[in-house]
């Protein structure tokens, strides 16, 4: 692979493997934030498992498909240190093989006037580069950043957005000759997820009441929805929904390549926590 091949994918915005289910408003929300010259820095926040990443690529490929603007990203959830991922953001931003003392200055050279909009994933745990990424707005003219947070960066000019659980309200179609009964976001989630592995799955007036208090249930965290989708395997979901009652390690998945952090919710929590 060529050094060029090499940094375009490192840097391209990752292509998730499920379905991106609802938040539509959200998204048309950020977007149009992120189309303000004004606005240079959006933060997602918000717990472990509600979504910010899916929704950041979101964001940024509707950006990137019809803006036409040139989208990079840097991921931090394996940084350990400020230093580390600072330099991460710089090759993210095309500038490679540089020292952390110069990285901010090499990239205010670099990238004075050019307009690029950077999502930078996981920030919550290397807060300490708020001061280094003030810097490089206040010195570049057009490049935006879009962050990943449990916490914000207070900083100024950053604008916070606390991603909110999904719907777990059905919404009525006013179609009463529907074959499917209206669904939330949450049950739609859920119902997606259980068709990866058992594509017979259907929603119906049997099992949507059961379905729906699962996602009430979890309140509609998109992480705990899909692991309790996939527990379907051998639990059926009115058994689920008995056994979910102060059972955090019922909610996991075997799945390689979802980060450790990631596969239960204990986990999440215990990661948040330290």
Same mark, same amino acid.
């Given at each position: 692979?060529? =050094?060029?091949?090499?940094?375009?994918?490192? =840097?391209?915005?990752? *292509?998730?493997?499920?379905?991106?289910?609802?938040? %539509?408003?959200?998204?048309?929300?950020?977007?149009?934030?992120? *189309?303000?010259?004004?606005?240079?820095?959006?933060?997602?926040?918000?717990? @472990?498992?509600?979504?910010?990443?899916?929704?950041?690529? /979101?964001?940024?490929?509707?950006?990137?498909?019809?803006?036409? $603007?040139?989208? +990079?990203?840097?991921?931090?959830?394996?940084?350990? !240190?400020?230093?580390?991922?600072?330099? $991460?953001?710089?090759?993210?931003?095309?500038?490679?093989?540089?020292?952390?003392?110069?990285?901010?200055?090499?990239?205010?050279?670099?990238?004075? !006037?050019? %307009? &690029?909009?950077?999502?930078?994933?996981?920030?919550?745990?290397?807060?300490? &580069?708020? @001061?280094?990424?003030?810097?490089?707005?206040?010195?570049?003219?057009?490049?935006? &950043?879009?962050?990943?947070? *449990?916490?914000?960066?207070?900083?100024? @000019? #950053?604008?916070?957005?606390?991603?909110? %659980?999904?719907?777990?309200?059905?919404?009525?179609?006013?179609?009463?000759?529907?074959?499917?009964?209206?669904?939330?976001?949450?049950? #739609?989630?859920?119902?997606?997820?259980? +068709?990866?592995?058992? !594509?017979?799955?259907?929603?119906?007036?049997?099992?949507?009441?059961? &379905?729906?208090?699962?996602?009430?249930?979890? #309140?509609?965290?998109?992480?705990?929805? /899909?692991?309790?989708?996939? +527990?379907?395997?051998?639990?059926?979901?009115?058994?689920?929904?008995?056994?979910? /009652? !102060?059972?955090?390690?019922?909610?996991?998945? +075997?799945? $390689?390549?979802?980060?450790?952090?990631?596969?239960?919710?204990?986990?999440?929590?215990?990661?948040?926590?330290?």
């Amino acid at each position: 692979m060529s =050094t060029t091949e090499s940094t375009l994918a490192a =840097t391209s915005l990752p *292509r998730p493997l499920t379905r991106f289910i609802g938040r %539509q408003d959200e998204i048309d929300t950020l977007v149009s934030l992120l *189309r303000r010259d004004d606005v240079r820095i959006v933060t997602l926040t918000g717990p @472990g498992g509600i979504g910010k990443t899916r929704l950041a690529i /979101e964001v940024a490929r509707e950006i990137e498909e019809h803006s036409g $603007r040139d989208v +990079r990203f840097a991921t931090l959830a394996t940084i350990q !240190n400020a230093h580390d991922a600072m330099l $991460r953001v710089a090759a993210a931003l095309g500038l490679w093989n540089c020292q952390y003392t110069d990285a901010v200055p090499r990239l205010i050279d670099l990238l004075r !006037n050019d %307009q &690029i909009l950077l999502l930078v994933d996981n920030l919550e745990h290397v807060t300490e &580069i708020a @001061g280094d990424i003030a810097n490089l707005l206040s010195n570049t003219s057009r490049l935006q &950043i879009l962050a990943t947070s *449990r916490i914000p960066l207070h900083i100024q @000019g #950053e604008r916070e957005y606390s991603v909110p %659980q999904l719907s777990t309200q059905s919404v009525d179609t006013g179609n009463p000759s529907a074959s499917t009964p209206p669904a939330s976001e949450a049950v #739609e989630l859920f119902v997606d997820r259980v +068709r990866s592995i058992d !594509n017979s799955f259907s929603l119906d007036e049997t099992n949507i009441d059961v &379905i729906a208090a699962i996602c009430d249930r979890l #309140e509609g965290l998109p992480l705990a929805i /899909e692991l309790a989708a996939a +527990r379907t395997r051998v639990l059926p979901p009115p058994v689920l929904l008995n056994r979910l /009652e !102060n059972q955090l390690d019922l909610l996991r998945t +075997r799945a $390689r390549d979802v980060p450790a952090r990631l596969r239960t919710i204990r986990a999440t929590i215990d990661w948040s926590y330290q």
